[in-house]
């Protein structure tokens, strides 16, 4: 099978984005909600792992209701969550390790507490999917 071209990784990105925030925004009869990367306040979302399974400075791969989800852990209570495909080649990124995500593609490097590029080929960071902490979980935001 071919490599895929760049249009299609882009567009298959944009589709992931679009889709959650399209389906949040008419689940209910309120707006979408503010992302939120910490914290223990409002309703739950559905969940994604538990807090337990996140280790503090590093994190996990889900699966997410849009496709798979990065969850890095930057200190005990905090939480990001991340798009887990990397922007330059299209593969799905390493967890973290010591400080940074790497990409096995073309070793893009990128921060792992907030997803920002710190060494190309990659030209962007990670992509960023809103959750929270609710209770002992990790939800969708």
């Known amino acids: 099978m071919p490599d895929p071209t760049r249009r299609t990784v882009v567009c298959g990105l944009l589709a992931g984005l679009v889709v959650p925030v399209s389906l949040a925004a008419c689940s209910s009869g309120t707006p979408a ?12 979302g559905t ?8 280790p503090v400075g590093s994190g996990v791969i889900v699966d ?3 496709g798979k989800v990065l969850i890095v852990r ?9 798009n887990p495909v990397c922007p330059h080649s299209g593969v799905i990124v390493s967890k973290p390790a010591g400080g940074t995500i790497t990409c096995p593609g073309h070793g893009s490097v990128f921060d792992a507490a907030t997803g920002d590029r710190k060494k190309g080929p ?7 999917i809103p959750v929270k902490i609710s209770g002992d979980s990790v939800v969708t935001a």
């Open 33 to 44: 909600a503010t992302p939120s990367t910490g914290g223990s306040s409002g309703s739950a």
């Open 74 to 82: 930057p200190s005990e209570n905090e939480v990001k969550g991340l």
């Open 64 to 66: 997410g209701p849009s």
């Open 47 to 54: 969940p994604l792992a538990k807090l337990a399974d996140v």
């Open 122 to 128: 990659a030209t962007t960071g990670l992509i960023p």
